[in-house]
T-cell receptor, first 115, second 112 residues
Framework: EPEVTQTPSHQVTQMGQEVILRCVPI?????FYWYRQILGQKVEFLVS????????KSEIFDDQFSVERPDGSNFTLKIRSTKLEDSAMYFC?????????????FGPGTRLTVL | SQKIEQNSEALNIQEGKTATLTCNYT??????LQWYRQDPGRGPVFLLL?????KEKRKERLKVTFDTTLKQSLFHITASQPADSATYLC???????????FGQGTELSVKP
């Protein structure tokens, strides 16, 4: 069964460094999402992406964040200058059509630790 | 602002019993509501979706109800098993783009 994959599973970085989190969505899906979950807290929406552009972003998704679909298969989340409060589990998700009508398929997550 | 609340306390039940989890929301009128399961350190896994014009949806041992007047959804697991132990997340579908707004989840523990 097709699944969303994410790499790395765990990323440790120093405050102020840039990180790139990578995701490979399910191949025939059209809608892509990033969510994050700070330890012990709820899953929070960051950004949605469709037709090679951002369709919606949350207030968390400030200028330090960017997303890209560089090659038609990978979907990346970049944090330019990490802060301590960026430490969280980051989940990529994809959906074949608008998530309004369908389930979202989540990846296993990347645990980001900012020191 | 929009708010989704789930039972914050963990739910402990005996194997074979029915687990009932609650999701309440305010300041919102979602057309769709979804339930996910999340195991520790893993991503959410979709379980069921219910539309505003559906009162009830079933899938095997799972049942979801959606009361738009009470602004509440109930999630039931019948004949619960220890393997059902996990955190269950309620999510409102925000708009056409599919942004999910999650509740904080309810941790279910099924004892043999």
């Amino acid at each position: 069964e097709p699944e969303v994959t994410q790499t790395p599973s765990h990323q440790v970085t120093q405050m102020g460094q840039e990180v790139i989190l990578r995701c490979v969505p399910i191949s025939n899906h059209l809608y892509f999402y990033w969510y994050r979950q700070i330890l012990g807290q709820k899953v929070e929406f960051l950004v949605s992406f469709y037709n090679n552009e951002i369709s919606e972003k949350s207030e968390i998704f400030d200028d330090q964040f960017s997303v890209e679909r560089p090659d038609g298969s990978n979907f990346t989340l970049k944090i330019r200058s990490t802060k301590l409060e960026d430490s969280a589990m980051y989940f990529c998700a994809s959906s074949p059509t608008s998530g309004r009508y369908n389930e979202q398929f989540f990846g296993p997550g990347t645990r980001l630790t900012v020191l | 602002s929009q708010k989704i609340e789930q039972n914050s306390e963990a739910l402990n039940i005996q194997e074979g019993k029915t687990a009932t989890l609650t999701c309440n929301y305010t300041n919102y009128s979602p057309a769709y509501l979804q339930w996910y399961r999340q195991d520790p350190g893993r991503g959410p896994v979709f379980l069921l979706l219910i539309r505003e014009n559906e009162k009830e949806k079933r899938k095997e041992r799972l049942k979801v109800t959606f009361d738009t007047t009470l602004k509440q959804s109930l999630f039931h697991i019948t004949a619960s098993q220890p393997a059902d132990s996990a955190t269950y997340l309620c999510a409102l579908v925000h708009n056409q783009g599919g942004k999910l707004i999650f509740g904080q989840g309810t941790e279910l523990s099924v004892k043999p």
